[in-house]
């Protein structure tokens, strides 16, 4: 099962090392002082954030941090140390030379200063009589008249780029052998910088756009007027879905949204309505040499583990109550899970219709698997200039695509272009990034790198215009093959953009008999078909097994790992499948698929196709000829995902997955021998709660109409009895447990971030977190049906010794549900199932353990 982390770039592997530290301490006859405390309200014993801590007559200095903590080193003769905090009495302490010592402060509220600042507050951190919240309610209350919306038209030119690099490179890594002909790329900064001292470039995307904006009927359209990226070979790297999941991680941050999006996490804004009951305020200080005058206003969160941020505003004393400048970070103690670092600002400029509009936004992020070594850092810079407020536009320019190309992507614009486009140049370690990822795919050991990595990751070896594999498929077993060899490939673009083909060949060594595939895809948008939008018409062939209710996400049937599964896994069948397919997408990803099946199945194991004579006897039916017309309708709007070689990985967000489904049964074409109609419709969607996590719903219904449908045309639940968690399967059902030709059903996956966990010592340095899910069924199936009222149908299966292995859902939902512990080892969730309901039917578990690997932020 992949995931769009392991396709990022196959040397990100080598980086996640132990950095070591090589330090070298000089003999030095100063005298050092090294003084630390704690900074606390005298009355109240509430820790102090961000205290001012000085030496006086000189410029050198720090603030205490969120706990209050803090410390200094100093190597000359100094005197005394001096602490100031807005609406507290300045105090200062005498310093002993020579010695480490601890200077606890306690301050006191500064009387004279009470009218001015209005500080009343009494005893332990609260909100009531606190100016500083009575500043961030005045935010909020005008938050609605500082939006862009509250202007009837804006537009604005916006530049934007985004940057990525390897980062925190030890030098030992850096002249490392195998780095021997790639020293061009790396790249030295200050080694304070976020990112570390050596970092290697690796990818870089600019983007220039306008924008319009409409408030009724609302309406944000961008219409990109140049673009430009480093590219990786497309046979390694799909390139469009790797832009796409960076843009997805560095979102734009909209401070006047109650939720703001951090690497596909949703944390509560510090002027979100409900902020004063998540946050802490603190008044630092009014700056007076600004026009208007701004007030510093300091925020942590009130519990330092929660999906929240913590910063300082500046906000505008001109009665608009503005924010002119914001500077955003997290706290360590915050569980993302991948998250090292985070840095983000953003600056607001007063426009002509009095407002402050965004000027330029940064947010720069460093993931690791530790606290230490190798990372990826990341920084995405978007300016906007040129603002026009409330001049319309005609209808035609805001229809279409939230975000339309208005440019041809073949036509690579040049750099005199950009030099004189871009708002802002690029940095020193940006310039080179373009002309050297074009080198580096020259280089012969680099492209044996990727190819190598290509093959472990993605599963195939390309040879050009063939590839060959999944190698994961080549080799497993189930009781009716035994053990199966498969050997499979499919041609690539260097072939033909029109024209792919695929097949495979398996041979079970225990039924003796040949499996295969073949498929032709035709494309008419001239396009590789696995390229958005969707335009082709496939036809295909497949003669193979099946377990009846098995589907599952990402991953072949036929896997090595899912050869292992749990109870008894006899009811089998062969299949041939005639397949005709016409697939098209469009730009606002709503898409339809119309289809015709033609197929014939043959039972196997202890399944059995047969149906009840009149005197009694069974009759063995031999096998089932059907024939189907197929359509599917979809629509998911500002869908994202990451094109692999299988299989498109979506880049969940909070727009909603609607998909309804036709099939019908075609009684007398190609030997069917079926008339019925098969109507169901699925919704999904993410829902945000903030620091409270977030879960992902499903709820899905269908109705097979129709009499005397045979049970293997009608809904046969989705079972699982692998030792995987599958999300969209019943972890603790048998295969062929259910059938229905009516039903309804919810999913809820609900991962709660840690929120529970980090209140837990250890489980917060683990940085583990708690998962919960819950998953119904209800259904039914009429009389006309039911293999028991009706003899011409086939009979529901049964076990070796003659009892039902089959049931319908008439007597109570079907229910499951899960604890699990996420993020084990940054990469596996393991649940404890529970199954609720008809624990009477033979061989089921009522308990399970089940995992499922999951690279989140």
Same mark, same amino acid.
Request: aromatic residues 16%.
């Given at each position: 099962?992949?995931?769009?982390?392991?396709?990022?770039?196959?040397?990100?592997?080598?980086?996640?090392?132990?950095?070591?530290?090589?330090?070298?301490?000089?003999?030095?006859?100063?005298?050092?002082?090294?003084?630390?405390?704690?900074?606390?309200?005298?009355?109240?014993?509430?820790?102090?954030?961000?205290?001012?801590?000085?030496?006086?007559?000189?410029?050198?200095?720090?603030?205490?941090?969120?706990?209050?903590?803090?410390?200094?080193?100093?190597?000359?003769?100094?005197?005394?140390?001096?602490?100031?905090y807005v609406g507290y009495v300045t105090v200062e302490k005498p310093i002993t030379q020579g010695i480490d010592q601890v200077i606890d402060i306690k301050m006191a509220v500064d009387a004279s200063m009470l009218k001015e600042v209005t500080v009343k507050g009494k005893g332990r951190y609260r909100n009531k009589d606190n100016p500083a919240v009575q500043l961030i309610r005045?935010?909020?209350?005008?938050?609605?008249?500082?939006?862009?919306?509250?202007?009837?038209?804006?537009?604005?030119?916006?530049?934007?780029?985004?940057?990525?690099?390897?980062?925190?490179?030890?030098?030992?890594?850096?002249?490392?052998?195998?780095?021997?002909?790639?020293?061009?790329?790396?790249?030295?900064?200050?080694?304070?910088?976020?990112?570390?001292?050596?970092?290697?470039?690796?990818?870089?995307?600019?983007?220039?756009?306008?924008?319009?904006?409409?408030?009724?009927?609302?309406?944000?359209?961008?219409?990109?007027?140049?673009?430009?990226?480093?590219?990786?070979?497309?046979?390694?790297?799909?390139?469009?879905?790797?832009?796409?999941?960076?843009?997805?991680?560095?979102?734009?941050?909209?401070?006047?949204?109650?939720?703001?999006?951090?690497?596909?996490?949703?944390?509560?804004?510090?002027?979100?309505?409900?902020?004063?009951?998540?946050?802490?305020?603190?008044?630092?200080?009014?700056?007076?040499?600004?026009?208007?005058?701004?007030?510093?206003?300091?925020?942590?969160?009130?519990?330092?583990?929660?999906?929240?941020?913590?910063?300082?505003?500046?906000?505008?004393?001109?009665?608009?109550?503005?924010?002119?400048?914001?500077?955003?970070?997290?706290?360590?103690?915050?569980?993302?899970?991948?998250?090292?670092?985070?840095?983000?600002?953003?600056?607001?400029?007063?426009?002509?219709?009095?407002?402050?509009?965004?000027?330029?936004?940064?947010?720069?992020?460093?993931?690791?698997?530790?606290?230490?070594?190798?990372?990826?850092?990341?920084?995405?810079?978007?300016?906007?200039?040129?603002?026009?407020?409330?001049?319309?536009?005609?209808?035609?320019?805001?229809?279409?695509?939230?975000?339309?190309?208005?440019?041809?992507?073949?036509?690579?614009?040049?750099?005199?272009?950009?030099?004189?486009?871009?708002?802002?140049?690029?940095?020193?370690?940006?310039?080179?990034?373009?002309?050297?990822?074009?080198?580096?795919?020259?280089?012969?050991?680099?492209?044996?790198?990727?190819?190598?990595?290509?093959?472990?990751?993605?599963?195939?070896?390309?040879?050009?215009?063939?590839?060959?594999?999944?190698?994961?498929?080549?080799?497993?077993?189930?009781?009716?093959?035994?053990?199966?060899?498969?050997?499979?490939?499919?041609?690539?673009?260097?072939?033909?953009?029109?024209?792919?083909?695929?097949?495979?060949?398996?041979?079970?060594?225990?039924?003796?008999?040949?499996?295969?595939?073949?498929?032709?895809?035709?494309?008419?948008?001239?396009?590789?078909?696995?390229?958005?939008?969707?335009?082709?018409?496939?036809?295909?062939?497949? %003669?193979?097994?099946?377990?009846?209710?098995?589907? @599952?996400?990402? $991953?072949? +049937?036929?896997?090595?790992? =899912? &050869?292992? !599964?749990?109870?008894?896994?006899? %009811?089998?069948?062969?299949?041939?499948?005639?397949? @005709?397919?016409? $697939?098209? +997408?469009?730009?606002?990803? =709503? &898409?339809? !698929?119309?289809?015709?099946?033609?197929?014939?199945?043959?039972?196997?194991?202890?399944?059995?196709?047969?149906?009840? +004579?009149?005197?009694?006897? =069974?009759?063995?039916?031999?096998?089932?000829?059907?024939?189907?017309?197929?359509?599917?309708?979809?629509?998911?709007?500002?869908?994202?995902?990451?094109?692999?070689? =299988?299989?498109?990985?979506?880049?969940?967000?909070?727009?909603?997955?609607?998909?309804?489904?036709?099939?019908?049964?075609?009684?007398?074409?190609?030997?069917?021998?079926?008339?019925?109609?098969?109507?169901?419709?699925?919704?999904?969607?993410?829902?945000?709660?903030?620091?409270?996590?977030?879960?992902?719903?499903?709820?899905?219904?269908?109705?097979?109409?129709?009499?005397?449908?045979?049970?293997?045309?009608?809904?046969?639940?989705?079972?699982?009895?692998?030792?995987?968690?599958?999300?969209?399967?019943?972890?603790?059902?048998?295969?062929?447990?259910?059938?229905?030709?009516?039903?309804?059903?919810?999913?809820?996956?609900?991962?709660?971030?840690?929120?529970?966990?980090?209140?837990?010592?250890?489980?917060?340095?683990?940085?583990?977190?708690?998962?919960?899910?819950?998953?119904?069924?209800?259904?039914?199936?009429?009389?006309?049906?039911?293999?028991?009222?009706?003899?011409s149908l086939f009979r529901f299966p049964v076990d070796e010794n003659g009892k039902p292995i089959s049931y319908t859902l008439s007597r109570e939902p079907y229910i499951e549900g899960s604890v699990g512990i996420a993020n084990i080892f940054k990469l596996l969730r393991v649940d404890l199932v529970k199954r609720f309901s008809y624990l009477n039917n033979p061989n089921v578990?009522?308990?399970?353990?089940?995992?499922?690997?999951?690279?989140?932020?």
């Open positions: 099962m992949k995931t769009i982390y392991k396709t990022i770039w196959p040397r990100i592997l080598l980086t996640f090392i132990l950095l070591q530290m090589i330090s070298a301490a000089a003999i030095s006859q100063e005298v050092t002082t090294t003084i630390r405390g704690k900074i606390t309200d005298a009355r109240s014993g509430e820790t102090l954030p961000y205290v001012s801590i000085i030496i006086p007559g000189t410029t050198m200095g720090t603030v205490s941090d969120i706990d209050g903590k803090y410390a200094m080193t100093l190597k000359e003769n100094y005197t005394s140390i001096k602490f100031s005045e935010v909020i209350a005008h938050k609605d008249q500082n939006k862009m919306a509250a202007n009837e038209y804006v537009q604005y030119e916006q530049y934007e780029k985004i940057s990525m690099a390897l980062s925190n490179l030890s030098d030992n890594f850096k002249d490392r052998r195998i780095f021997k002909n790639y020293q061009f790329l790396f790249k030295q900064q200050d080694s304070t910088a976020m990112g570390g001292k050596n970092m290697l470039p690796a990818y870089i995307e600019e983007k220039l756009s306008q924008v319009y904006f409409r408030k009724n009927p609302y309406t944000k359209k961008q219409k990109v007027l140049a673009g430009r990226r480093a590219e990786f070979d497309s046979k390694f790297v799909d390139n469009d879905g790797l832009s796409k999941y960076f843009n997805r991680l560095y979102e734009d941050i909209n401070l006047y949204n109650n939720d703001v999006s951090v690497a596909t996490n949703l944390l509560l804004s510090p002027i979100a309505n409900s902020a004063p009951t998540f946050y802490k305020f603190f008044i630092r200080d009014t700056i007076k040499t600004s026009t208007p005058w701004l007030v510093e206003l300091g925020f942590v969160p009130r519990n330092k583990t929660d999906m929240l941020f913590e910063g300082k505003l500046y906000v505008t004393l001109d009665g608009n109550y503005g924010v002119q400048n914001a500077y955003l970070t997290v706290n360590k103690d915050i569980n993302l899970n991948f998250m090292r670092d985070l840095e983000a600002s953003l600056e607001f400029e007063k426009g002509d219709d009095g407002r402050y509009h965004p000027s330029r936004t940064t947010l720069a992020m460093e993931f690791a698997l530790g606290e230490k070594g190798g990372g990826l850092y990341g920084k995405r810079v978007v300016d906007f200039k040129d603002y026009k407020i409330n001049e319309s536009q005609p209808d035609s320019v805001y229809r279409g695509p939230a975000v339309e190309v208005a440019y041809n992507p073949e036509v690579k614009t040049g750099e005199s272009f950009w030099n004189s486009a871009r708002h802002i140049p690029l940095e020193r370690t940006e310039l080179d990034i373009y002309r050297n990822i074009d080198t580096l795919q020259t280089i012969p050991s680099f492209r044996r790198t990727m190819d190598i990595a290509t093959v472990f990751l993605a599963g195939y070896k390309s040879f050009g215009k063939v590839e060959v594999g999944p190698f994961n498929t080549f080799y497993s077993f189930n009781p009716i093959e035994g053990f199966r060899l498969r050997f499979g490939g499919r041609t690539t673009t260097e072939l033909s953009k029109r024209v792919y083909f695929e097949t495979y060949a398996a041979y079970g060594f225990k039924d003796q008999k040949w499996k295969y595939f073949l498929s032709g895809t035709y494309s008419f948008n001239n396009k590789s078909v696995y390229h958005f939008p969707l335009n082709y018409i496939r036809a295909s062939y497949q %003669r193979d097994t099946k377990i009846p209710g098995q589907e @599952l996400q990402f $991953v072949q +049937e036929d896997n090595f790992l =899912l &050869s292992f !599964k749990r109870g008894d896994n006899n %009811r089998w069948l062969y299949n041939d499948i005639y397949k @005709l397919e016409y $697939v098209r +997408e469009f730009e606002n990803h =709503l &898409s339809y !698929k119309i289809g015709f099946t033609q197929w014939r199945q043959t039972a196997a194991g202890i399944l059995r196709y047969e149906t009840l +004579e009149e005197d009694g006897q =069974l009759k063995n039916a031999g096998s089932l000829s059907n024939t189907e017309a197929n359509f599917e309708l979809r629509y998911a709007p500002n869908e994202q995902f990451y094109q692999g070689k =299988l299989y498109r990985t979506p880049i969940i967000n909070k727009y909603p997955i609607f998909t309804l489904r036709y099939n019908a049964g075609l009684k007398g074409v190609f030997e069917g021998q079926n008339r019925y109609h098969n109507l169901a419709a699925n919704i999904n969607k993410r829902v945000y709660l903030s620091q409270f996590g977030y879960a992902d719903v499903t709820a899905e219904g269908g109705y097979t109409f129709g009499s005397k449908i045979l049970f293997p045309l009608l809904t046969v639940h989705r079972a699982n009895q692998t030792y995987a968690y599958q999300l969209n399967s019943y972890n603790l059902m048998n295969f062929l447990e259910f059938v229905s030709d009516h039903y309804a059903s919810v999913d809820v996956q609900y991962y709660m971030n840690g929120f529970l966990f980090n209140k837990i010592p250890l489980l917060k340095k683990l940085k583990l977190r708690e998962v919960f899910s819950f998953k119904g069924l209800m259904g039914g199936l009429r009389n006309e049906n039911n293999p028991a009222y009706n003899n578990s009522e308990w399970g353990v089940r995992a499922r690997f999951k690279l989140d932020f």
